[in-house]
Each structure stands twice: as structure tokens, then as C-alpha cells.
């Protein structure tokens, strides 16, 4: 069938727009990235705006198209996050055979593994604290974020093949599993790092993830 000059117009202007929204997220994403890899390397007041722009190949227009300066890329850790879980789905398509709660148990340790050989605990717990007193938005409860999505889609595929109890809802099981993240995570700036974040978690989650295999399984 023929298509319409209109039709192929507005095909043209879909692709344009899909573009335009991954070069955002891109350039919004390098800043993000070099900024966080100073501040572990350099530590946050010794590194400049700068030199941002200089890692993340970036320009100074671009910077401030996004950022009012240096302090609100504080807010942009969940961004962080999000990007290793986009890396972390696509080694979970090539794993169909990986039970659903080993998924869970998969994000869980990756993640971790990143934020104790990455992230500087100070801005860490720094976030966590803003997060608690802020009456703005809070970023790591956007349930929009590709985080809660990637937890909704194990939850509920588990349930529907029977690996997972289907006793509680999705969005319960997801805000128990966030809830367990969220503690591990203060409980590790409270301690200073005096554990491995990555072993710990390793040794807890499962009990704390209990409650979500069929009773049989427990």
C-alpha cells in the first residue's frame, strides 16, 4: 500500500523526535557520568565545572542547559543508577534462563558493586539526607525511573510463571524490595563503610526476600 506524503512526513518527524530525546539523554548523560567519576577520584569541592565539561567531551552551553552548577548534579544519582540498570536489562535478555528471584538478587549486587567502587560515600549519604528533609521531588522514589519499571517487569513475570508469591501485589513486593535496598544503603553511610556493601548484601537479601518465593520454596 502507498504511502501519503503526510504519512511519510509524519513517520520523518517520529524518527527526528526519537533522536533528538537519546541526544538529550546522552549529553545529559556524559555530563552526569564525568561528574560523579571526579567526585570519587577528586572528591566533590575539588572538582570544577570545568573540568566536567572536559571529560565529558561537552561543551559550557550544554552544561548550563541542564544544570545551574556544580551542586545540583547532587540530584542526578538516581540518573546514575538508571544507566546501570539500561546495561544490566540487556544482560538480563541474554540470560531467559535466570529464575526471577535470581534477577532480583543480580540487580541488587551489581548495583551495589558500583556504588561501593564509584560513588563517594559522603555525596552518597549526603543524597540520602536531602532525600529525608527536602519538600521538593524526590528522585529515588520516581516510580517512573527506570528502576521501578525493570523491578515491575521480573515481579510480575514471576509471578505469572509461578516463581514468585503472588500474596501481595507487584507494587508491594516492589516497595519491599526498594525498602530493603534503601536501608542497606543508609545502614553502610551510618557504619562509614566499615563492611563491604556488595558481601553484605549478598548475605541478607535473600532473607529479606524471603517472603517472595511460593511457601513451598521458603
Known sequence: MRQ????????????????????????????????????YEQGYEDTT???????????????YHYFDGKDALLSTLSLLFDEKY????????????MSAMDRLLFLNSEL????????????????LSTQLITNGEKHLLDHNRTYYKLLRKIIAQGQDSGQLNTGSSVSEMVKLYALSERALLYDWCLCQGEYSLRRYSVSVMPAFLSSFLPSQEV
Not at 565545572?49 to 552544561?63: A, R
Not at 544490566?88 to 534462563?97: F, K, N, S, V
Open 4 to 39: 501519503s506524503k503526510q504519512q511519510i512526513i509524519w513517520k520523518g518527524t517520529g524518527r527526528i523526535r526519537k533522536m533528538a530525546k537519546k541526544n538529550t539523554r546522552n549529553t545529559r548523560g556524559k555530563i552526569v557520568n564525568a561528574a560523579w567519576k571526579l567526585f
Open 112 to 127: 551495589f558493586g558500583m556504588i561501593e567502587n564509584s560513588i563517594s560515600m559522603d555525596l552518597l549519604a549526603r543524597l
Open 49 to 63: 565545572v570545568e573540568e566536567i565539561i572536559e571529560l565529558s567531551h561537552t561543551s559550557k552551553g550544554s552544561f
Open 86 to 97: 539500561e546495561e544490566l536489562m540487556e544482560i538480563l535478555d541474554a540470560r531467559p534462563q
